[in-house]
């Protein structure tokens, strides 16, 4: 199974990411508010996807350093949408 992060989002759709992820064999890890360690949080995953609409700079920016410093494949989107996470899954190929 293939680690995915998703920074940024709706908090109320945490668990439905998560849900969506598993029907395309990611386990995902989800971060909707900065936690004090978001980079040693996002470890070493497969696919690192930003919903730049709900992010701040702050977090923006720690996961763009983190993922060319790990060589991270790193997903840009503006919308937060199920819909839009979907689409990124199926498109991508880790």
Same mark, same amino acid.
């Given at each position: 199974?293939?680690?995915?992060?998703?920074?940024?989002?709706?908090?109320?759709?945490?668990?439905?990411?998560?849900?969506?992820? !598993?029907?395309? +064999?990611?386990?995902?890890?989800?971060?909707?508010?900065?936690?004090?360690?978001?980079k040693? %949080? @996002?470890? #070493?995953?497969?696919?690192?996807?930003?919903?730049?609409?709900?992010?701040?700079?702050?977090?923006?920016n720690?996961?763009?350093?983190?993922? !060319?410093?790990? +060589?991270?494949?790193?997903?840009?989107?503006?919308?937060?949408?199920?819909?839009?996470?979907? %689409? @990124?899954? #199926?498109?991508?190929?880790?």
């Amino acid at each position: 199974m293939s680690k995915l992060v998703i920074i940024g989002g709706h908090d109320c759709m945490a668990c439905k990411y998560r849900e969506l992820c !598993k029907q395309y +064999n990611y386990k995902a890890k989800v971060f909707t508010q900065v936690p004090g360690n978001l980079k040693q %949080q @996002i470890g #070493e995953p497969d696919l690192l996807v930003l919903f730049t609409n709900t992010v701040s700079h702050r977090m923006v920016n720690c996961a763009v350093t983190e993922a !060319k410093r790990k +060589n991270i494949n790193l997903v840009r989107c503006h919308t937060s949408s199920a819909a839009a996470l979907k %689409q @990124i899954l #199926e498109e991508t190929v880790v």
